[in-house]
């Protein structure tokens, strides 16, 4: 089995450039970051998964790391994002495959997932966000339009500057201060990110919490709880794993890291999924 990497380069529909890479053989797993993260920050560099039997498969959303921009400012849609999956599974030439997604990448897989469930084998969702029964009043998308701003006119300085560090517990800060920092200068086109910063907040992945329901795969949720990550609530993830039938909940212990940031132990969880 080997576990070098091979590069991917995918042409979308829409003409948008998708670098990516696949490592390892065995089970196909999709690897799909966060908004303003890229391939690298879903399992951290961890390479449990290619050792446990799997042909690991990830890539940068479009605008993001080394994947060019989209078209279009606005073309950074859960409909897209969905879109650009499928070119990447059949320019990789599989067929079904488990996918994990974090925040963003956990909708842009709840997308996928029903609109082609038969390329999907299970869901790992880490720290969704998504809460489709969320009353939205004219300043929802303030925040997301703010830190826009700030990397556009004043790059990664401006970014973190309009980010609320505050809100992460003291202990914390200074890690997540250096995370954000390593992700905004992994970005080629950081200018691409602030467009995806005001697009994807605005974009649906799914209308009503129900549809979950038709998520037939094995599934497992990983929720953070809110006072380590309060940008991702412990009780959406929780709605998630309660909607879908066959969903394990996974949450660290109290006063511990989130398991979305430790990599090796949600690389096992990830594995563990494969299992079922």
């Not at 202990?171 to 201060?177: A, C, D, L, N």
């Given at each position: 089995m080997s576990q070098q990497s091979v590069q991917l380069s995918v042409t979308t529909g829409d003409g948008t450039l998708i670098d990516g890479e696949i490592a390892g053989e065995?089970?196909?797993?999709?690897?799909?970051?966060?908004?303003?993260?890229?391939?690298?920050?879903?399992?951290?560099?961890?390479?449990?998964?290619?050792?446990?039997?799997?042909?690991?498969?990830?890539?940068?959303?479009?605008?993001?790391?080394?994947?060019?921009?989209?078209?279009?400012?606005?073309?950074?849609?859960?409909?897209?994002?969905?879109?650009?999956?499928?070119?990447?599974?059949?320019?990789?030439?599989?067929g079904r495959a488990k996918l994990a997604g974090a925040s963003m990448g956990a909708h842009t897989a709840v997308r996928f997932a029903l609109d082609?469930?038969?390329?999907?084998?299970?869901?790992?969702?880490?720290?969704?966000?998504?809460?489709?029964?969320?009353?939205?009043?004219?300043?929802?998308?303030?925040?997301?339009?703010?830190?826009?701003?700030?990397?556009?006119?004043?790059?990664?300085?401006?970014?973190?500057?309009?980010?609320?560090?505050?809100?992460?517990?003291?202990?914390?800060?200074?890690?997540?201060?250096?995370?954000?920092?390593?992700?905004?200068a992994a970005h080629e086109?950081?200018?691409?990110?602030?467009?995806?910063?005001?697009?994807?907040?605005?974009?649906?992945?799914?209308?009503?919490?129900?549809e979950l329901a038709r998520l037939e795969v094995p599934t497992v949720v990983v929720g953070s709880r809110d006072e380590a990550d309060p940008g991702h609530p412990l009780a959406i993830a929780q709605r998630y794993a309660a909607t879908i039938d066959d969903a394990e909940l996974v949450v660290e212990e109290a006063g511990s890291s989130p398991i979305a940031w430790q990599g090796g132990r949600l690389s096992k969880l990830l594995a563990r999924l494969a299992e079922r």
């Open positions: 065995g089970t196909a797993i999709v690897l799909l970051h966060g908004l303003t993260a890229t391939r690298r920050y879903v399992v951290m560099g961890s390479r449990v998964l290619e050792r446990s039997s799997h042909c690991v498969i990830a890539y940068d959303a479009r605008g993001h790391g080394r994947s060019s921009p989209a078209p279009d400012p606005a073309a950074y849609t859960y409909g897209l994002l969905a879109e650009d999956l499928l070119d990447v599974l059949d320019a990789a030439g599989v082609h469930p038969e390329r999907v084998s299970g869901l790992g969702l880490i720290t969704p966000a998504y809460d489709p029964d969320l009353t939205l009043g004219p300043d929802a998308y303030e925040v997301w339009d703010r830190l826009a701003q700030g990397l556009r006119h004043g790059g990664a300085e401006g970014f973190l500057a309009a980010n609320d560090l505050d809100a992460v517990p003291e202990r914390w800060r200074e890690t997540v201060e250096k995370v954000l920092r390593q992700r905004l086109h950081p200018l691409a990110v602030a467009d995806a910063l005001e697009a994807v907040p605005r974009s649906r992945p799914f209308e009503r919490l129900e």
